[in-house]
C-alpha cells in the first residue's frame, strides 16, 4: 500500500494547478464533499464499488494538464476541496477524521492567505509554527516539519516567512482590520479555514503542516468585492462574480490585478507540494 497523504484545501481554483502534475479521480467515499484521489505516478487509483455516473471513474477534466506530470507511482493522494470559511472548516475536519480507517500519514493544508504585516507581498509563502483561532487558542505545528519545509523552500529559491498563521471567521477586507488584527494576534497571515485541521491533527498526532501563499497583502482593499464569490463547497459562483463586476466598474477594472495575485500564489504552493511529493518519505 502506497503511503497516504491528505492535502486540503478551501477552493476549486487553489488546487488548479495540481492538475498539471497529477490525474484526479473523484471519490465518491466521502459523502456529500468533493474529494479526489490521484498517485504521484499521475495515473489515479481504481476506486471500489459502485458509483454514481461521472464519479470514481476518469474524469479528462481532472487529468494531467501539463508535462510536468510525474511517472513513477511513490504515494496516494487524497484531496479535499472543503469549502470557505471557519465553521465550514470546523464541521468538515471532524466529519473526514472521523471516517478515517486508515489514517493519512501526512496532512497539509494549503491555500491563499491575507497578509497582515507590511513586509509580506503577493506570493510570499508563509510557514506558520502555530495556528490560532478567533479566541486566540492556538495549534503547533511539530517545529522539524516546519524546518524540513523551509529547507525545502530554500532548495527551490522560495523565501519563506515563519510566523503565526490567524484563522479568522470573516473575511479582513481593509488595510486596518488586517493591521489590527495583525497586532492583536501577533500574526503575520490570516485565512479562515485552518485552524480546525490543525488542531484535529493535533489530537490524533497525524503530522500537519500548513502552506500558505499571500494573496492580498496588507496595504490591499478588498471592500469592493462580494462577500460570496464561492459557493459552500468552494467552487466559484461565476455568474454572480461577472454580474458583480459588470455592476461595479472599479471591481472589473481591479479582475487582472487579483487574478494575477492569485496564480503567482498558486504556482508557488504547487511548486512546494510536488517537490514534497516527490522527495518526502514521511
Known amino acids: ?10 477552493t476549486k481554483p487553489e488546487w488548479g494547478e495540481l492538475k498539471k502534475h497529477l490525474r484526479f479521480e473523484r ?15 499521475g495515473t489515479a487509483p481504481r476506486i471500489s464499488g459502485s458509483a454514481a455516473p461521472g ?3 476518469s474524469d479528462p477534466d481532472l487529468a494531467p494538464q501539463g508535462p510536468g506530470a510525474l511517472r513513477s507511482a511513490k504515494k496516494e493522494i487524497l484531496l479535499g476541496q472543503i469549502g470557505v470559511g471557519f465553521e465550514r472548516a470546523r464541521q468538515t475536519s471532524r466529519a473526514i477524521f472521523h471516517s478515517f480507517s486508515d489514517p493519512p500519514r501526512m496532512v497539509v493544508h494549503f491555500g491563499l492567505s491575507g497578509g497582515l504585516t507590511a513586509n509580506l507581498k503577493e506570493g510570499d509563502i508563509v510557514l506558520p509554527p502555530a495556528i490560532l483561532n478567533p479566541d486566540g487558542q492556538s495549534a503547533k505545528i511539530r517545529p522539524d516539519l516546519v524546518q524540513k519545509a ?3 523552500l530554500h532548495s527551490l529559491n522560495l523565501p ?7 484563522t479568522a471567521a470573516r473575511v479582513l477586507p481593509t488595510p486596518d482590520e ?6 492583536k494576534f501577533g500574526a503575520i497571515a490570516v485565512d479562515m479555514e485552518t485552524f480546525p485541521f490543525a488542531r484535529e491533527c493535533e489530537k490524533t498526532g497525524i503530522p500537519f503542516l500548513s502552506i500558505r501563499a499571500i494573496w492580498d497583502p496588507l496595504d490591499r482593499d478588498l471592500s469592493a468585492l462580494p462577500e460570496t464569490n464561492f459557493d459552500r463547497d468552494g467552487n466559484l459562483k461565476m455568474g454572480y462574480f461577472l454580474g458583480q463586476a459588470l455592476a461595479h466598474p472599479q471591481l472589473l477594472l481591479a479582475l487582472p ?7 503567482k500564489g498558486n504556482r ?4 512546494v507540494l510536488m517537490e514534497m511529493l516527490e522527495k518526502w518519505d514521511t
Not at 257 to 263: V, W
Not at 268 to 271: C, K, P, S
Open 1 to 10: 500500500m502506497l503511503p497516504k497523504w491528505l492535502l486540503v484545501c478551501a
Open 27 to 41: 471519490d465518491p467515499a466521502f459523502h456529500g464533499l468533493n474529494f479526489f484521489r490521484a498517485e504521484t505516478g
Open 55 to 57: 464519479v470514481g471513474v
Open 150 to 152: 523551509e529547507t525545502l
Open 160 to 166: 519563506a516567512a515563519k510566523g503565526t498563521l490567524l
Open 178 to 183: 488586517k493591521k489590527k488584527a495583525g497586532e
Open 257 to 263: 490585478k487579483y487574478h494575477s495575485a492569485m496564480m
Open 268 to 271: 508557488a504552493i504547487t511548486r
